[in-house]
């Protein structure tokens, strides 16, 4: 954990940092194929800055994040043997991935939506979607869907309430978006049911 919460100290360093807009979509980028550190950790204190550029900020982290997850669907078809089962293995992923493979492609854009939007680590998600050969572009319009969703609301947040949402985003809007996702496919396998 020492590893991690220094990599999340470093990254909210950048924040200030004149090229901080360029750092943060390296940092989504990354973290959407290998980095554990979230961009939220340094685009939530750039907007907090600079709110007039919260949308420009949550624009460019959403197009690094969908670019980075293309790159773990890379991973996933070209490096899985070495790159994606370490990375998986880091993630406590590993054993599940063969029996999760059978069952991936039926619901994968379900899996990139909820993983692009909930605290489950995405580079999981996009990583398993290039190994077990989801649709390119259902794994592309769900990426941009989820990001989209994910930092533009963080973004909207933000620019509306400013620093006094910081707290809350940082606690509990991952727990939020988990609880919309449950309730959401709950709706849906009650309506398909009724």
Same mark, same amino acid.
């Given at each position: 954990?020492?590893?991690?919460?220094?990599?999340?100290? !470093?990254?909210?360093?950048?924040?200030?940092?004149?090229?901080?807009?360029?750092?943060?979509?390296?940092?989504?980028?990354?973290?959407?194929?290998? =980095?554990?550190? *979230? *961009?939220?950790?340094?685009?939530?204190?750039?907007? +907090?800055?600079?709110?007039?550029?919260?949308?420009?900020?949550?624009?460019?982290?959403?197009?690094?994040? @969908?670019?980075?997850? %293309?790159?773990?669907?890379?991973?996933?078809?070209? +490096?899985?043997?070495? $790159?994606?089962?370490?990375? %998986?293995?880091?993630?406590?992923?590993?054993?599940?991935?063969?029996?999760?493979? $059978?069952?991936?492609?039926?619901?994968?854009?379900?899996?990139?939506?909820?993983?692009?939007?909930? *605290?489950?680590?995405?580079?999981?998600?996009?990583?398993?979607?290039? !190994?077990?050969?989801?649709?390119?572009? @259902?794994?592309?319009?769900?990426?941009?869907?989820?990001?989209?969703?994910?930092?533009?609301? $963080?973004?909207? +947040?933000?620019?509306? =309430?400013?620093?006094?949402?910081?707290?809350?985003?940082?606690?509990?809007?991952? %727990? +939020?978006?988990?609880?919309? @996702? @449950?309730?959401?496919?709950?709706?849906?396998?009650?309506?398909?049911?009724?």
């Amino acid at each position: 954990m020492t590893m991690i919460r220094r990599a999340y100290d !470093w990254t909210l360093s950048l924040a200030g940092h004149r090229h901080a807009l360029g750092v943060l979509a390296i940092v989504a980028f990354v973290e959407s194929s290998v =980095f554990p550190v *979230p *961009p939220d950790a340094l685009m939530i204190p750039m907007i +907090l800055a600079t709110p007039s550029r919260a949308f420009l900020i949550a624009g460019v982290c959403t197009a690094a994040s @969908v670019l980075g997850g %293309l790159f773990g669907y890379l991973i996933g078809i070209a +490096l899985y043997d070495t $790159v994606g089962l370490a990375v %998986l293995d880091f993630y406590g992923q590993t054993a599940a991935a063969e029996s999760f493979n $059978v069952r991936f492609n039926q619901h994968g854009a379900w899996a990139v939506l909820i993983a692009g939007i909930t *605290p489950f680590p995405y580079k999981v998600i996009t990583i398993m979607s290039g !190994w077990t050969g989801l649709s390119l572009p @259902v794994f592309v319009a769900s990426s941009i869907v989820a990001r989209g969703l994910r930092f533009f609301v $963080v973004a909207a +947040l933000l620019w509306r =309430f400013g620093a006094s949402m910081r707290r809350f985003i940082e606690r509990y809007l991952g %727990l +939020l978006f988990t609880a919309f @996702v @449950v309730l959401l496919i709950g709706g849906l396998a009650m309506a398909r049911y009724l």
